[in-house]
């Protein structure tokens, strides 16, 4: 009797690069699908990231000035775009749908994004890239890193291309496209569904302005060449004072730079005393003329209430004054503020924001300028 020859047993599963090669896929697509909603749900904010950055590049390479302030005029469409195809490829990237294409127009999207982060972080320009939008504020190098790693995640995918499986999920990307195009055409054309910003309703901006709790630092100090660590400045005089660390940096005001005035001097605190309704002329070149005739009425019907009418612009003097005639809105003031704080109020030219007591009670953009009666019910 002849004993059994043992076989050899054949392993089994999925080999180990493969699984890597997955879970790399899954966490490109959702960190793609993350930053392209969070952007898509404000293309306004990305836009004036692109204007930044190509008003940057003009400076830093007059040779090409032209070129990029030529692409200025343009920048709300790419923000459109740009963050709609973040999502786009990331879902593709999840359903695999003709994955060795998706995973190349992934690499040539973040490469655009690393050197963007790259120069800001290098040359300390545009500090805030806008990467995830208002949600999560990165640093430069933070956000220069967080590309890098995304890089070497896709080139991994992209080495094991040729065993990712594509499926028939065309229909489902297709969806995709139609649902984001919608989602950044309606946040522009209606504001962001979702204001992660800190002027938005429902906000105090008398509280803004105040630190969440008192702030605490900490004190770095120099003595015979050793640095040391005080949470209370020391009194002894023998040590150099080096550096001066916020330990809480969560606690800082979300508000820095909100301030109204006019000739006469400053009107900051006045717009915090009942109910204000601020009239937003970011500039008076490209404003939508076609609006002018609601916000009008709308001032019309809010006389005789105690609901006054304002106008916040960053333009000059001169200018706000031929377009509060040309447009018969002599009747209200106008005060002053920074450009910037206008655009973070507000991301459209005209636009409505109403305040009670400081606190945003609404904020309109001009397509939907609402009646007298909607802003009396807000305020009652």
């Given at each position: 009797?002849?004993?059994?020859?043992?076989?050899?047993?054949?392993?089994?599963?999925?080999?180990?690069?493969?699984?890597?090669?997955?879970?790399?896929?899954?966490?490109?697509?959702?960190?793609?699908?993350?930053?392209?909603?969070?952007?898509?749900?404000?293309?306004?904010?990305?836009?004036?990231?692109?204007?930044?950055?190509?008003?940057?590049?003009?400076?830093?390479?007059?040779?090409?000035?032209?070129?990029?302030?030529?692409?200025?005029?343009?920048?709300?469409?790419?923000?459109?775009?740009?963050?709609?195809?973040?999502?786009?490829?990331?879902?593709?990237?999840?359903?695999?749908?003709?994955?060795?294409?998706?995973?190349?127009?992934?690499?040539?999207?973040?490469?655009?994004?690393?050197?963007?982060?790259?120069?800001?972080?290098?040359?300390?320009?545009?500090?805030?890239?806008?990467?995830?939008?208002?949600?999560?504020?990165?640093?430069?190098?933070?956000?220069?890193?967080?590309?890098?790693?995304?890089?070497?995640?896709?080139?991994?995918?992209?080495?094991?291309?040729?065993?990712?499986?594509?499926?028939?999920?065309?229909?489902?990307?297709?969806?995709?496209?139609?649902?984001?195009?919608?989602?950044?055409?309606?946040?522009?054309?209606?504001?962001?569904?979702?204001?992660?910003?800190?002027?938005?309703?429902?906000?105090?901006?008398?509280?803004?302005?105040?630190?969440?709790?008192?702030?605490?630092?900490?004190?770095?100090?120099?003595?015979?060449?050793?640095?040391?660590?005080?949470?209370?400045?020391p009194s002894d005089t023998t040590y150099k004072f080096k550096e001066m660390i916020l330990v809480n940096q969560n606690a800082k005001p979300k508000i820095t730079d909100y301030r109204i005035w006019d000739d006469t001097g400053d009107f900051t605190q006045e717009t915090f005393v009942g109910n204000k309704?601020?009239?937003?002329?970011?500039?008076?070149?490209?404003?939508?003329?076609?609006?002018?005739?609601?916000?009008?009425?709308?001032?019309?019907?809010?006389?005789?209430?105690?609901?006054?009418?304002?106008?916040?612009?960053?333009?000059?003097?001169?200018?706000?004054?031929?377009?509060?005639?040309?447009?018969?809105?002599?009747?209200?003031?106008?005060?002053?503020?920074?450009?910037?704080?206008?655009?973070?109020?507000?991301?459209?030219?005209?636009?409505?924001?109403?305040?009670?007591?400081?606190?945003?009670?609404?904020?309109?953009?001009?397509?939907?300028?609402?009646?007298?009666?909607?802003?009396?019910?807000?305020?009652?």
């Amino acid at each position: 009797m002849n004993p059994t020859t043992s076989q050899p047993k054949i392993k089994t599963g999925t080999p180990p690069m493969l699984i890597a090669a997955r879970v790399a896929r899954i966490l490109v697509g959702i960190v793609f699908i993350f930053s392209g909603l969070i952007k898509l749900n404000d293309p306004v904010g990305t836009q004036i990231k692109f204007e930044e950055y190509f008003e940057v590049f003009a400076q830093d390479l007059p040779f090409m000035h032209d070129f990029f302030m030529a692409l200025v005029p343009f920048t709300l469409a790419m923000s459109v775009l740009f963050c709609a195809a973040e999502v786009i490829l990331g879902v593709a990237l999840l359903a695999s749908y003709k994955p060795k294409v998706t995973v190349w127009l992934l690499f040539f999207l973040i490469v655009f994004f690393t050197f963007l982060t790259f120069y800001s972080a290098y040359f300390d320009r545009v500090t805030d890239c806008g990467c995830f939008g208002d949600a999560i504020k990165l640093k430069p190098w933070t956000s220069f890193s967080k590309d890098i790693v995304l890089m070497v995640l896709i080139l991994f995918i992209i080495g094991h291309r040729n065993r990712l499986r594509s499926r028939n999920t065309g229909w489902l990307v297709g969806l995709t496209i139609v649902l984001t195009l919608g989602l950044g055409i309606y946040a522009v054309e209606f504001l962001p569904p979702i204001d992660m910003l800190p002027y938005a309703v429902g906000k105090s901006i008398p509280a803004g302005m105040k630190p969440s709790e008192p702030l605490r630092y900490k004190y770095l100090m120099e003595k015979n060449g050793k640095t040391s660590e005080f949470e209370q400045y020391p009194s002894d005089t023998t040590y150099k004072f080096k550096e001066m660390i916020l330990v809480n940096q969560n606690a800082k005001p979300k508000i820095t730079d909100y301030r109204i005035w006019d000739d006469t001097g400053d009107f900051t605190q006045e717009t915090f005393v009942g109910n204000k309704l601020f009239i937003i002329v970011k500039n008076t070149k490209d404003i939508d003329a076609g609006s002018l005739p609601a916000i009008r009425a709308l001032e019309e019907g809010l006389q005789g209430s105690t609901v006054k009418p304002y106008i916040l612009t960053s333009t000059s003097d001169d200018e706000i004054k031929a377009f509060r005639k040309e447009f018969q809105l002599e009747s209200i003031p106008y005060y002053k503020a920074d450009a910037t704080v206008l655009k973070t109020i507000m991301r459209s030219n005209p636009g409505t924001w109403l305040l009670s007591n400081g606190v945003v009670r609404g904020k309109w953009h001009f397509n939907s300028t609402p009646d007298a009666a909607e802003i009396k019910d807000l305020v009652k």
